[in-house]
């Protein structure tokens, strides 16, 4: 079995920053996309960051210039740096990572078990 765990949620104010991260373990032979994604009271869950293993990165528009995803492919884990946070940012925000467990096997999502992110304005 695959577990992404997530740590680094919190209550921060306005303007502050937070860091994310997410480890992955378990059986896990190659992991293509690690993402971070967000979902707030009431919507739906959406992509805030993604990031593939040769490091290209993608950004939801609202947290261009203010997050940056990184990952470490020998540790299997990926961070999340949020800058100039705003009340808008508050979520539970959730690890994603595409998981190959075996070799020629086909990618299965996984997802950790979210963290909190309260900005206070």
């Known amino acids: 079995q695959v577990q992404l765990v997530e740590s680094g949620g919190g209550l921060v104010q306005a303007g502050g920053s937070l860091r994310l991260s997410c480890a992955a373990s378990?059986?896990?032979?190659?992991?293509?996309?690690m993402g971070w994604y967000r979902q707030a009271p009431g919507k739906q869950r959406e992509l805030v960051a993604d990031?593939?293993?040769?490091?290209?990165?993608d950004y939801a528009d609202s947290v261009k210039g203010r997050f940056t995803i990184s990952r470490d492919n020998a540790k299997n884990t990926v961070d999340l740096q949020m800058n100039s946070l705003n009340p808008e940012d508050t979520a539970v925000y959730y690890c994603?990572?595409?998981?190959?467990?075996?070799?020629?096997?086909?990618?299965?999502?996984?997802w950790g078990q979210g963290t909190q992110v309260t900005v206070s304005s």
């Open positions: 994603n990572a595409h998981v190959i467990k075996y070799f020629l096997g086909s990618p299965y999502v996984y």
């Open positions: 378990g059986r896990i032979f190659r992991i293509n996309a």
């Open positions: 990031i593939t293993s040769g490091g290209s990165t």
